[in-house]
């Protein structure tokens, strides 16, 4: 399986970086192959609405995001990583999922194969996890749009401070899990 992870912390040592990294090294030793992008480190520009990409067969905005569409093209498997801020992904996370929106043809139907497998982490500094259902819902409801099926999540809470997770093997074993375990790992 290729998979490619998408990591929306802006931190260095994130949380959800980590837990992210923990997952696909998991996958890897599996024998699956891996790609891990930053969204900060990228060039992607919010959606600026122009709807270019239902005139033509493609986003006309030419930043990075290009490369982001290439590797979910060829990727069987997506996990989106994203700290929770204010409730919500964060910014950096969110610009790549808007622009997504170049994925959907003018019918809004997907350019891209349906069927492939969604995972989502997410980390907060408060302990409800209902704050991290909210935000994995939205992230599963928004990769629908490209025939995503929404295949496991995890909801970390109770992490303040970048590499906090270090100290939480119970997070990093369910990290390994996540995209390992099941009848289809
Ligand atoms: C701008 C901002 C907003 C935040 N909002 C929330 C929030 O709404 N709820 C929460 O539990 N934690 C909130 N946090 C804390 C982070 O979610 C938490 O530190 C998380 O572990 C960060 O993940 P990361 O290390 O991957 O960046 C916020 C942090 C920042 C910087």
């Known amino acids: 399986m290729r998979i490619v992870g998408i990591a929306g912390s802006p931190r260095k040592g994130g949380n959800s970086t980590t837990l992210l990294e923990t997952a696909l090294e998991a996958a890897q030793e599996q ?6 992008l930053v969204a900060r480190r990228l060039k992607v520009q919010p ?7 239902k005139r033509g067969p493609k986003c006309v905005v030419d930043d990075e995001m290009h490369d982001v569409y290439a590797a979910i093209a060829h990727a069987d498997i997506l996990v989106v990583a994203t700290p929770i801020y204010y409730y919500a992904a964060s910014g950096w996370l969110k610009a790549v999922v808007d622009r997504t929106y170049g994925l959907l043809d003018r019918e809004s139907k997907p350019r891209i194969a349906p069927g492939k497998r969604l995972y989502v982490i997410t980390t907060q500094e408060e302990s409800d996890p209902a704050d991290g259902a909210v935000v994995v819902r939205q992230l599963e409801r928004a990769f629908a749009w490209l025939g995503m099926e929404p295949a496991g999540s995890m909801i ?6 970048a590499q906090a997770v270090l100290e939480r093997p119970d997070l990093l074993q369910a990290a390994r899990d996540l995209l390992t375990s099941g009848p289809s790992g």
Request: aromatic content about 0%; charged content about 25%.
């Open 156 to 161: 970390a809470t109770d992490l303040d401070e």
């Open 31 to 36: 024998g699956h192959t891996t790609k891990c």
């Open 47 to 53: 959606c600026i609405a122009c709807e270019g990409c």
